[in-house]
């Protein structure tokens, strides 16, 4: 059992750290959180190093007179259950007297799922003490998946990326509405091949070099696969593992499918389709990566198509070279519709359409990417998408290019061939 002196060490400690250490929080967009006078815990989940920390310590920095933050990975609290949770409480309140009865009290848990139990008091504390808490981790643990039952309803759910496009810029000290136009454009161009190779987590972006991003990314990579993935499924095929990860993070915005894998790989080392498909299933729980699927009424067709798969960030592609560009700008603006709440499909027939599906306001839209237009692929993109827009009855479609910006008709169909960053513009808005 952890003595309230320890406690109270740690809670002046974080205090003095954020308050005196932590510096140029990036605002990051798209944390939505429930109206105040709907009582829930706000839980935000991603994978590792995406910035949640951070999104804790931006709210404790707002809030510092009435917050309390505790990070359940500092080795002073190595063993903590549940009945300690009880005992950081009070300890705060004897620290902060003047808090006690106050109604507007937050509380911010770090790697919370390190405390078995801890959902039983924080759904008490939000719901009889009117305490706001937030709550973090990297587990699958916490995602909705698993905690909507444990929670019993009262948990909002958070999703947390590696920087967008736009938090990059501001990351790097640039704006996108200040530099659309002018000399200020080719300056965007160039930080928007920069991060569609090395991607937005916040410690990749913010490091000096090519050679020091590179080797973030590998070791935040050997990281998250032995934590999130061989020690948390416990996985004992590490040949099947290792082939099944290099299929996957290769196939950055391509299809990929179980069934050919299998036929791939069934001679050469031993192994079930049923373990197959529960190693595969245990990347899309990672958080790692995200699977679209085939826009079609039938359920048994969506999911015996192959999906396309899309990877959380752009950076942990393989390998991270020049010839992929096409395929990461299409994983960005994948990244873009999930972050502002798209429903997302992809359209097959005799051509194809990389998105299609309904917005927000459920007006369905129809998305082409590609890197540039050319006489080469010009008729290919176009024809997919119109395909598209006739099946939908769609009366305009969306071509997003690195930088080309242009209009074309075709069988009563306007296809707006627009830039990555004048859409993304247009998507804020």
């Not at 305490?131 to 958070?158: C, E, F």
């Not at 991607?199 to 935040?220: C, H, Q, W």
């Not at 699927?293 to 039938?298: D, E, I, P, V």
Request: proline share 3%; with cysteine; aromatic share 14%.
């Amino acid at each position: 059992m952890l003595s309230k002196e320890v406690i109270k060490d740690i809670i002046l400690d974080n205090e003095r750290f954020i308050l005196s250490e932590v510096k140029n929080i990036v605002p990051r967009r798209h944390i939505f959180e429930p109206e105040s006078k709907i009582k829930k815990v706000k839980i935000l989940y991603g994978t590792r190093r995406s910035g949640k920390t951070f999104i804790l310590y931006d709210i404790f920095k707002r809030n510092k007179d009435k917050s309390l933050y505790i990070d359940f990975e500092d080795e002073r609290l190595f063993g903590v259950g549940i009945e300690d949770l009880q005992r950081i409480k009070d300890a705060f309140f004897e620290l902060k007297p003047e808090l006690i009865n106050k109604s507007d009290i937050i509380f911010c848990f770090d790697e919370i799922q390190n405390v078995n139990g801890w959902e039983r008091f924080v759904r008490r504390v939000v719901e009889r003490e009117n305490i706001d808490v937030w709550v973090a981790g990297s587990s699958s643990k916490i995602t909705p998946r698993y905690i909507n039952t444990s929670l019993r309803g009262r948990g909002w759910s958070i999703p947390v990326y590696p920087f967008s496009f736009e938090e990059y810029l501001t990351a790097t000290g640039l704006s996108l509405k200040d530099l659309l136009y002018g000399k200020g454009k080719s300056l965007l161009l160039k930080s928007l091949d920069a991060y569609l190779r090395f991607g937005g987590y916040p410690e990749v972006v913010l490091s000096a070099n090519d050679f020091t991003r590179k080797k973030i990314l590998d070791e935040y990579m050997r990281a998250m696969i032995l934590r999130d993935l061989i020690e948390n499924f416990q996985i004992k095929n590490i040949t099947l593992f290792n082939n099944l990860q290099e299929a996957l993070f290769t196939s950055l915005a391509s299809k990929y499918s179980s069934s050919s894998f299998y036929k791939q790989f069934r001679g050469k080392f031993p192994f079930s389709k049923t373990l197959l498909f529960k190693y595969y299933n245990y990347f899309i729980e990672s958080l790692l990566l995200y699977e679209v699927r085939l826009f079609t009424q039938s359920p048994y067709k969506r999911r015996r198509n192959p999906p396309k798969i899309y990877l959380v960030d752009i950076g942990l592609s393989l390998p991270r070279t020049n010839d992929k560009l096409g395929r990461a700008l299409e994983n960005l603006v994948y990244l873009d519709l999930r972050r502002h709440g798209y429903e997302i499909y992809y359209y097959g027939g005799e051509g194809e359409c990389d998105f299609v599906g309904y917005d927000t306001k459920g007006k369905f839209y129809a998305i082409q990417v590609a890197w540039e237009l050319t006489e080469k692929n010009q008729e290919r993109e176009l024809s997919g998408l119109i395909e598209a827009c006739k099946r939908f009855r769609l009366k305009r479609g969306y071509i997003i290019t690195r930088d080309q910006d242009s209009i074309h008709k075709e069988d009563g169909i306007v296809i707006n061939i627009v830039s990555y960053i004048h859409w993304l513009q247009a998507l804020q808005m």
